[in-house]
């Protein structure tokens, strides 16, 4: 018997201790839309952010949190030709950006546009990308947002190259994603980790070398450089750990901007930006044509996420108290 109703998480009001499970009606698509069931989420800091307050976003409440997701297709609406039922597929964390620059109308996932956390999502087909084939569905929800990110820092806007370095703060989804589109071009990547217990899971995935954070990792990084330093940075903490990585980058380096773990403002010398010649670009995730870049990277080099624990639909609280606590690699809800 066709199924009639879907499962979502959503809140009523802010805070994850409002979290509630409901049902609701099965919704049918309309033209250009596409009814996903959905297999897997992967979570990502910005989920704990919106939670709590939106992140100052004018919100309609009750929203349903969730930015990655990966599905089958169940019913593609009228004029839809990219999909069809059976289609295994992902979101892509901007509903509306195909190409080149972000367009104004672009809304992300997880709010204020479409929340990814339910058993079934309806979304734009033109905000959806065939998953990779050699992934799992769960491997593939974790793409949209922390491994897009890394591949538009350094792939699509970086353009990396086999012999630089890249340096990396900290082992969560975008970090180890990092680490990994790194290697796959040819690059040494260097992690630094306030976490011990991690330093090891990190060379096992490919890190030439890990530094502890209360160290001096920026003279270290250009002792292992040859003085050089690194050419690419991906810097996940901002605030005053943005002038350390200065200290850290070569000659015209390029510093990817994309996690706030240290504040919102930067702190940052004049002199080591421009005597360094250092370009500084915000990363907010990446266009749809990247995706579709990523997948095939992924499917052409065998590249396999790196997830932290898998957690039933059911526990999504604990997985986002897990989340919290810092994971190495990414959080997945399973359906």
């Known amino acids: 018997m066709p199924e009639t109703t879907l499962r979502r998480w959503q809140l009523p009001a802010y805070g994850r201790t409002h979290l509630e499970q409901v049902q609701a009606a099965l919704p049918a698509p309309g033209p250009g839309q596409i009814l996903v069931r959905v297999g897997a989420v992967a979570l990502n ?15 309609a409440l009750p929203f349903t949190p969730g930015s990655d997701m990966a599905g089958t297709v169940e019913a593609v609406g009228d004029g839809v030709r990219r999909f069809a039922p059976g289609d295994r597929v992902i979101n892509t964390f901007w509903n509306g950006w195909i190409d080149h620059h972000w367009p104004a109308h672009a809304v992300p996932a997880g709010g204020p546009g ?47 190259r086999a012999g630089q370095t890249v340096l990396i703060h900290g082992t969560g989804g975008v970090a180890l994603f990092g680490l990994q589109i790194a290697r796959l071009h040819g690059a040494r990547a260097i992690v630094v980790s306030g976490s011990a217990d991690k330093h090891e899971a990190a060379r096992a995935l490919g890190a030439s070398h890990v530094l502890a954070r209360d160290s001096d990792w920026p003279a270290e ?22 002038d350390r990585s200065l200290q850290a980058a070569a000659q015209g380096a390029r510093v990817s901007v994309i996690g706030m773990l240290e504040g919102t403002t930067l702190d940052a010398s004049f002199y080591g930006l421009v005597l360094g010649r250092v370009t500084v670009q915000g990363i907010g995730v990446g266009h749809r044509r990247a995706l579709e870049d990523l997948v095939r990277a992924v499917d052409a080099n065998g590249l396999r996420p790196a997830i932290a624990a ?26």
């Not at 990084?221 to 943005?242: K, Q, Y």
């Open 221 to 242: 990084v250009r002792r292992l450089t040859g003085g050089r330093g690194a050419e690419h940075v991906l810097e996940l903490a901002s605030g005053p750990n943005l």
């Open 114 to 160: 479409p929340g990814m956390l339910a058993s079934h999502v309806l979304i734009d087909a033109e905000a959806a990308v065939a998953a990779p084939a050699t992934l799992s569905l769960a491997e593939a929800s974790t793409l949209p947002c922390a491994g897009l990110t890394a591949w538009f820092a350094l792939a699509e806007l970086g353009a990396l």
């Open 45 to 59: 800091y910005r989920d704990l952010l919106m939670t709590e307050d939106g992140m100052g976003m004018p919100l």
């Open 310 to 335: 898998r957690y039933g639909f059911d526990a999504l609280p604990q997985a986002l108290d897990h989340l919290a606590r810092g994971a190495f690699g990414k959080i997945v809800v399973t359906l």
